[in-house]
């Protein structure tokens, strides 16, 4: 997998500043996630017509919502950022069916990470590739989110201690690749998942 330039996606939270301790040369087996087309969101047979964003989890919005009850009298406008971040959330996912900029769902996935960030603070490092070296393709909403989101909910609710996302983009433009690991534990369980993208679009910018 090739490198790539990357953000760091901030915490709601104050934290001490995170070091980057990947293990070079660590192999796990990859989990492929094929979404192309993806799932059930695109009508049978077709890659050009858009019929609704993958499904949000009500379990999910529900433990944001509890995890912003929890800031209201500590934190207030820690639970103001909650809120005002799971609303881009469902905004991105709950409207009209179409299609977006893969730049457009690596945003939607940055607020994803800081809402699971708030409901595990400290709990949570994650970084994604930055919107310059996304390939000039599109997908639709939740596409590449709610793989990712079905992996991370996985590690997070199986362990009790930090857990990293590290997600990729090839330099072929076909996949995103992430990983998930345990920072600061070098013999600790790696595992990989790798999003197929849609054919890059010419002329198109990310």
């Known amino acids: 997998m090739a490198s790539a330039t990357i953000m760091r996606v901030p915490r709601y939270a104050e934290r001490p500043d995170a070091t980057d301790e990947r293990q070079q040369g660590r192999y796990a087996p990859i989990r492929k996630v094929r979404l192309h087309p993806p799932m059930h969101d695109l009508a049978p047979g077709s890659q050009n017509t858009p019929t609704g964003a993958a499904p949000v989890s009500v379990h999910f ?28 959330f469902l905004s991105h996912r709950l409207r ?11 945003d939607h996935v940055a607020v994803y990470v800081r809402l699971e960030q708030a409901r595990f603070p400290g709990r949570l490092e994650a970084e994604l590739p930055a919107s310059d070296r996304l390939p000039a393709t599109q997908c639709v909403p939740g596409e590449v989110q709610a793989p990712l989101g079905d992996a991370l909910g996985r590690w997070l609710g199986e362990r009790r201690g930090p857990v990293r996302l590290a997600l990729r983009a090839r330099l072929d433009g076909t996949a995103l690749e992430a990983q998930l690991d345990e920072p600061g534990d070098p013999a600790g369980t790696t595992e990989r998942v790798r999003i197929q993208l849609r054919p890059a679009i010419a002329g198109s910018a990310a």
């Open 61 to 88: 919005v529900n433990n944001v919502l509890a995890a912003a009850a929890s800031y209201i009298e500590v934190e207030p406008d820690t639970a103001r950022d909650i809120l005002a971040g799971l609303g881009a």
């Open 96 to 106: 009209p069916a179409r299609f977006v900029p893969l730049s457009q769902e690596l």
